[in-house]
């Protein structure tokens, strides 16, 4: 299994090129199922779990093609000869229950497992099931499995979500493009993948507006058709990356990153005296002098601080100057992370959904644990600011979700490599 090392105390610079998201390309992917035509998708991820959804789509009978060293993935589902997800595949990422909206909508049926708890919380699949049944699906539990029909085809509603949810968004989404008459989602996540994702659907012929705000309208089409699109700039990548010179100090320009997929948390990151500059090419992110300051997050729905940057904010504020309070509201167990930063002799202490850090003027490198994929590239920063070594294990959670972070690191100075124990 491999490892991180990293050797701390080297401010780093240089420019970081930010790939195309995980999170637009996992909803993607799936829109393939809506059309018996060819989607292609460029600035494609090249990472595990688009490996994991590419598994998925060919169970279901989609061809997958890889092009341009896995840039470009050609994807058509011209057949299905299968409308069943697998506990086998599903299970390995919950996203995989984003095929469940699109083969409702084109096949009227589907069997798609439930994935099971996670680390991070229990994660239920309740509103994508309420919003679905409200567009005539009928869903019954079994074995584990969602069995959900629909005879004649899915119907238009209007369906308010009872929370923000970015999944059972972008389910609704796809299964309304294909369903009689007008869709109406309120209360629907406002996530730049969501966008993307509806940009992607109106390439192929879908009528959607109000993407990006809290009501979105749906008027469906009979077939959807041939599209190409380019997958949105990776935001949480972003963020990451605009956390490495403010925790270790020097000035690194993040290409392809844009102010408004990380309003909230620049705003943070200003706060904390943590400089920002958007570039022609991307946005600069410069700590010169003394550590960062202290400042209080909470996570919410985008446009709010996003919960996928809470472990690596930590990471930043263990070196802060002064107490800072840190506040997750998305997710019930999304601070795995804090026992390991305790071992690199950071001072903090949780109570339930509320982090109290306290800044150190030095971490210390350790061998420590990945728990899920944030938190090992918190890890992974925190090592970067660190006296000493830190080991970081079972990165198998990073490449997740992440492409080729020690190449991108080492390039602008940092002192990284991977290791395998084999
Ligand atoms: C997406 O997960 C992202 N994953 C997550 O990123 C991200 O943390 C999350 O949105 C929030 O921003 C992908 O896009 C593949 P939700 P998703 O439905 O869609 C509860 C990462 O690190 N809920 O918005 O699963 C749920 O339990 C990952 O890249 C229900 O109760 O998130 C959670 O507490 C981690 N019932 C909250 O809503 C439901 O039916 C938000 O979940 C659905 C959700």
Known sequence: MDAILVRGGRPLNGQITIAGAKNAALALMPATLLSDEPLTLTNAPRLSDVRTMTTLLRSLGAEVQTLQDGKVLALSSHTLTSTRADYDIVRKMRASNLVLGPLLARAHRAVVSLPGGCAIGARPMDIHVSALEAMGAEIDLKDGYLHANAP??????RVKLRFASVGATENTLMAATLARGTTLIENAAREPEIVDLADCLRA??????????????????????????????????????MLAPAIAGGEVECIGG??????????????????????AKGLKVARKNGRPHAVDVVTAPYPGFPTDLQAQMMAMLCTAEGQSRLEERIFENRFMHAPELLRMGASLDVQGGVATVRGVDRLKGAPVMATDLRASVSLILAGLAAEGETRVNRVYHLDRGYEQVEAKLGAVGADIERVSDA
């Not at 004649?152 to 509603?157: D, H, M, R, S, V």
């Not at 990151?269 to 920002?276: E, K, P, Y």
């Open 152 to 157: 004649g085809g899915l119907k238009g509603a």
């Open 204 to 241: 192929m012929g879908a009528q959607i507006s109000g993407d990006g705000t809290s009501t979105i309208e749906i008027q469906g089409v009979a077939r959807l058709h041939a599209a190409s699109h380019r997958v949105v700039a990776d935001r949480i990548e972003l963020g990451t990356y």
């Open 258 to 279: 844009r102010i408004h997929l990380v309003e909230a948390f620049v705003e943070r990151l200003d706060a904390a005296g943590v400089s920002v500059e958007e570039t």
